[in-house]
């Protein structure tokens, strides 16, 4: 499961970052309402955890804005008001579940698997296929012409986003802010050096390279020629 989280406070953030990867599951993170909006808009995650007071624009307009974009991502509002008025106001803005700060990780991950099967029947495709590429996003699989590779979960990432923008050049901007959530150009070849690794696994051996460069541009991942 691909989980954001929207939370100002870094040490809740660490925190909830921690439990989740450690359950096997990939975490980004956004501190602010404006950015968090931009990020969850993507449509990439299974699930968002949203804190309702947040710099930048506040939690339940955050979650209003998604729903009135026909985004249906999960939505666990996670606050320190928990009168039940405040609970029903995030229900009623389009939240999937409420929970109280503070929590116990163990009830937030529960809450988390619970409300993504209630939404399972309306959840986006978890298979991105491109030629005889396949990716899955569950299992965390790749297969291409039947054969398994082997990514580290950062190739894993960087080749999903790749599959998500099939056809279109990505930037190196677009890498840096969906891949390392950069939001400014670190001057590093830390997108080269992970490329041309993918690029070892994904196309060596295999007809036709599917991963190119388009210079002065980008990178395009395309079966067609």
Do not use: C
Request: overall charge negative; aromatic content about 6%.
């Amino acid at each position: 499961m691909r989980v954001l989280i929207i939370e100002d406070d870094d040490q809740t953030a660490d925190y909830m970052r921690k439990g989740l990867s450690e359950s096997g599951h990939v975490v980004d993170r956004s501190d602010n309402g404006r950015d968090g909006l931009y990020m969850a808009s993507s449509g990439e995650y299974d699930a968002v955890i949203l804190d309702r007071m947040l710099p930048g624009l506040e939690g339940l307009k955050v979650l209003e804005a998604l729903r009135a974009a026909n985004i249906q991502t999960p939505v666990l509002i996670l606050s320190a008001l928990g009168q039940v008025d405040d609970r029903v106001g995030g229900l009623r803005a389009g939240a999937d579940d409420y929970l109280t700060k503070p929590f116990a990780f163990s009830e937030l991950l529960a809450r988390l698997e619970s409300m993504t099967r209630r939404r399972a029947g309306s959840a986006p495709e978890t298979t991105l296929t491109v030629g005889d590429l396949t990716l899955d996003r569950l299992s965390r699989k790749v297969v291409r012409a039947g054969q398994g590779i082997d990514l580290q979960p950062r190739e894993f990432q960087l080749l999903e986003f790749l599959m998500r923008h099939a056809g279109q050049v990505v930037t190196r901007t677009m890498l840096l802010e969906g891949v390392w959530d950069y939001h400014f150009d670190p001057q590093t070849n830390v997108i080269d050096v992970h490329m041309s690794r993918l690029r070892q696994k994904v196309d060596k051996g295999f007809d036709p390279a599917l991963i190119r460069t388009v210079r002065g541009a980008g990178y395009l991942l395309s079966a067609e020629d």
